[in-house]
């Protein structure tokens, strides 16, 4: 099963992983979407810590899940702008 293997690549800690799966199973399908932090486990093995978007989406009478991931280990710099 493809989402298994994707979540077991991304939350190789068991406990964790069985939370992540407990979140999708609780994600609305009324176009409304769910947040949760959380940490991965990147390719080079570090960990991350991310934001998790999620919604349920429909498509030719299917359902796919549809999940933004934001990393938030880092605060996003403040840009500053030229005032005139």
């Known amino acids: 099963h493809k989402n ?6 991304l939350y190789p800690d068991v406990e964790l ?6 979140h999708i199973d609780q994600i609305p399908e009324n176009h ?12 080079s093995g570090e960990d991350k810590p991310m934001l998790v978007s999620s919604t349920i989406i429909g498509y030719k ?12 280990s880092e ?10």
Do not use: H
């Open 4 to 9: 298994k293997l994707f979540l077991d690549k």
């Open 17 to 22: 992983r069985s939370e992540v799966a407990k």
């Open 32 to 43: 409304d979407y769910t947040n949760i932090k959380t940490v991965i486990k990147t390719k």
């Open 61 to 72: 009478q299917k359902k796919y899940y549809l999940t933004a991931y934001r990393d938030v």
């Open 75 to 84: 605060k996003p710099a403040v840009e500053k702008g030229n005032w005139c």
